[in-house]
């Protein structure tokens, strides 16, 4: 089974103005028959929510592929901890190093791995997780926000085993996945039906006609030119599409 990946992360237009990072990140990784897309928004509040954005991002995918049959086979609250714990303990390092708290690198988390016929999607904080099925779009673990606006969950959270949401399932029927960041989402989902927008389906496409180089481009450029015009947020997008069923 095959798959290609593509993804995108561009600086709002409120920090453009105010000269702050990116704190939207996202990793592409692909190992043997393991793939996996990761994608983290750096809460902005916080002094240093772009470096544990990263180190969330590439520390995810390398801990899913040791760690694959494990999660799989467990039970949601025990493989939520051992997420958790891997991230926060790298993180503690980092901010160790930085003389930092910890929570000055809080970001949420958006992730989507399959490993032969099986998948498995994990989603806190605000961002949406959707598949590519019979040609449908499918929103299977939509934004989850607190009880005032811009308010949502991340990593370093006390409560996060209630809001860490884990998704299992074999791949059968599913075509692609697509992860996004709350700002992406503006452009891309509609709010009155709570459907994701069809040109998702079009991006998925690209994949299988042109090389994902040209699709990352592709995806650069519109998120520069037309999808941050949309939000003051900073924007992020990570698709994987199967390209074959050998």
Aim: positive net charge; hydrophobic residues 35%.
């Amino acid at each position: 089974m095959k798959w290609k990946q593509v993804g995108t992360a561009v600086q709002g237009r409120r920090h453009l103005k105010k000269n702050i990072p990116c704190q939207d990140k996202y990793f592409l990784y692909s190992q043997n028959e393991f793939e996996c897309i990761s994608l983290a928004d750096g809460a902005g509040s916080y002094e240093h929510s772009e470096i544990g954005a990263e180190i969330t991002t590439q520390r995810i995918c390398k801990y899913l592929e040791k760690y694959f049959d494990f999660i799989w086979e467990s039970e949601a609250s025990l493989a939520k901890r051992g997420i958790i714990h891997s991230l926060r303990t790298s993180i503690g390092k980092e901010a160790h190093k930085r003389n930092c708290n910890l929570d000055d690198f809080s970001s949420t988390l958006l992730f989507a791995c399959v490993k032969n016929n099986k998948f498995i999607c994990g989603h806190l904080g605000d961002g949406i997780i959707g598949i590519l099925k019979d040609k449908n779009l499918i929103i299977i673990s939509p934004p989850d926000t607190g009880e005032f606006a811009n308010e949502t969950y991340f990593i370093t959270s006390v409560d996060y085993q209630n809001k860490f949401k884990l998704y299992k399932g074999e791949i059968e029927n599913i075509e692609g996945f697509v992860i996004m960041s709350d700002g992406t989402s503006n452009s891309f989902l509609d709010k009155t039906n709570f459907v994701l927008a069809p040109i998702l389906t079009d991006i998925f496409d690209w994949l299988k006609f042109y090389s994902t180089s040209k699709v990352n481009k592709a995806l650069k450029k519109n998120f520069k030119n037309v999808i941050r015009l949309k939000t003051t947020d900073d924007c992020s997008i990570a698709l994987m599409r199967r390209v074959n069923k050998k």
